[in-house]
């Protein structure tokens, strides 16, 4: 600190530091506190009871059973009992969510909790998770605290949206997004078993964000890390499939019409115009749905543009197998990950990883790219799609712009063209990476050569 002092003077450091209490007290404000305040009805009350219903054998996919098994220690929203009578629960309401059978099983050591002690216990967990996340990644990339980077790091950090709407939601996806942060750094020491057994965990709780981690490591030959996870993972799905199987409970008809309502038109996963908070997804058919107005042919885009993006970073991961920058690769991966799936706003928090890679130490070019990957993460320090559909709805837009061509296709999906334009700018990252040595590239690797990186000398992770 005295060295960062020195090199900057008092006055910059002041404006470091100030950033840095700015941001962490819009982080507790726009996190932690509304969570603490939504105790009633938030995104994690609705897996605790399903959880709660796989434990006692019933059908955790059932309204009626959501219903029935309601905390009695929260109260009870007035439209629970309307919209289970018209049926409506899962596509007004998106409860009971769509979590796999596996993310019950984990989250089954919760229900011995009252709700409220359950409650500001997931609150922990989320703020711990979130804490290891910044740690691991910190360590990965081998922050200093006389650097600049370090301070810019945590005021990012702190500042980004995604985080400030999972944690007010209790969303899991933090917590996964928090052990995957952990998996990597585990899987940079060599500590396979640890790391393949919170992949597991993450994979349990929410595929969708946790699985190109996975892919990533199956690629890397990492066999004892992913083997420990997939095997983690089939046991805890043939545990959740048994107990339901010997109670006799019924839950894979109630499972699979949960999902299909989810994604119908007017629920809360639909792109179209019928769902009026559709600018909180991030996911690349609300960009295209603006430009093609067909449902099947968004879907058909966004997964053929999944695909090639898919294919284009297999083919330089592949082309550059025995260079360095592996955070590069990974965050290349997420990023498009998010694109040709459902994802909402709190999922975002995924760009905690390429935030890290653009504050490595990079040369030439590179180093262009991971400050125009930097500016690209900046759009998400406020929940762009969600507040312009706000000021829309309280009548500060007029009716000639709200109309215009350039206010639905670029501005009200703007986070979309962000994550959509940050992909490519990783995918030219890896391209000018793929010819060069690794020399000072990389802080850390995750493929099969690590003990030789390790060997290299000091200065690695």
Request: charged share 15%.
């Amino acid at each position: 600190m005295v060295n960062l002092i020195n090199r900057l003077g008092r006055r910059w450091s002041v404006v470091l530091w100030l950033l840095i209490l700015l941001s962490g007290a819009e982080f507790i404000v726009r996190g932690p506190l509304r969570f603490a305040h939504a105790r009633d009805f938030n995104d994690f009350i609705s897996p605790y009871i399903q959880s709660k219903a796989w434990v006692k054998g019933i059908d955790p996919y059932s309204p009626a059973n959501l219903v029935r098994l309601w905390p009695r220690e929260a109260q009870q929203p007035e439209f629970l009992e309307q919209d289970l009578a018209t049926r409506n629960l899962v596509l007004r309401r998106g409860i009971p969510t769509a979590y796999p059978l596996t993310a019950l099983v984990v989250l089954a050591p919760m229900t011995v909790l009252p709700w409220p002690l359950a409650h500001a216990v997931w609150l922990s967990i989320n703020l711990l998770g979130y804490a290891a996340m910044g740690v691991s990644l910190a360590l990965l990339i081998r922050l200093r605290w006389n650097e600049i980077r370090t301070y810019v790091f945590c005021a990012v950090l702190l500042a980004l949206a995604p985080f400030h709407t999972g944690l007010a939601a209790g969303s899991i996806a933090i917590v996964v997004v928090s052990i995957a942060a952990v998996v990597c750094l585990a899987a940079a020491r060599r500590h396979d078993i640890l790391a393949g057994t919170l992949l597991a965990i993450a994979v349990s709780l929410k595929p969708q964000i946790a699985l190109p981690f996975l892919l990533y490591f199956l690629l890397c030959r990492r066999w004892r890390l992913a083997g420990t996870a997939i095997g983690f993972v089939a046991v805890v799905a043939a545990l959740a499939v048994l107990r339901l199987k010997i109670t006799g409970g019924l839950w894979l008809a109630n499972y699979l019409d949960d999902n299909r309502i989810l994604f119908s038109r007017g629920s809360l996963g639909d792109f179209s115009e019928a769902n009026p908070i559709r600018f909180g997804l991030v996911n690349l058919q609300v960009l295209l749905y603006v430009i093609v107005h067909n449902r099947a042919v968004a879907n058909g885009l966004a997964l053929a543009a999944g695909i090639i993006a898919g294919l284009w970073w297999l083919f330089l991961l592949c082309r550059r197998s025995a260079n360095g920058q592996q955070l590069l690769a990974l965050s290349a991966l997420v990023v498009i990950s998010l694109l040709p799936v459902y994802h909402r706003l709190y999922d975002a928090s995924l760009l905690a990883f390429p935030l890290a890679w653009s504050l490595t130490e990079l040369p030439g070019r590179v180093r262009r790219l991971a400050n125009i990957a930097f500016c690209l993460i900046l759009p998400f320090l406020v929940p762009g799609g969600t507040l312009l559909e706000q000021i829309e709805l309280r009548g500060y837009v007029n009716a000639a712009v709200r109309s215009a061509w350039w206010w639905k296709a670029l501005v009200m999906p703007h986070q979309v063209w962000v994550l959509a334009i940050l992909s490519v700018v990783l995918l030219v990252a890896m391209r000018w990476t793929a010819n060069q040595p690794s020399g000072g590239l990389d802080r850390f690797r995750f493929g099969k050569d690590e003990t030789e990186h390790l060997a290299s000398g000091p200065g690695t992770v």
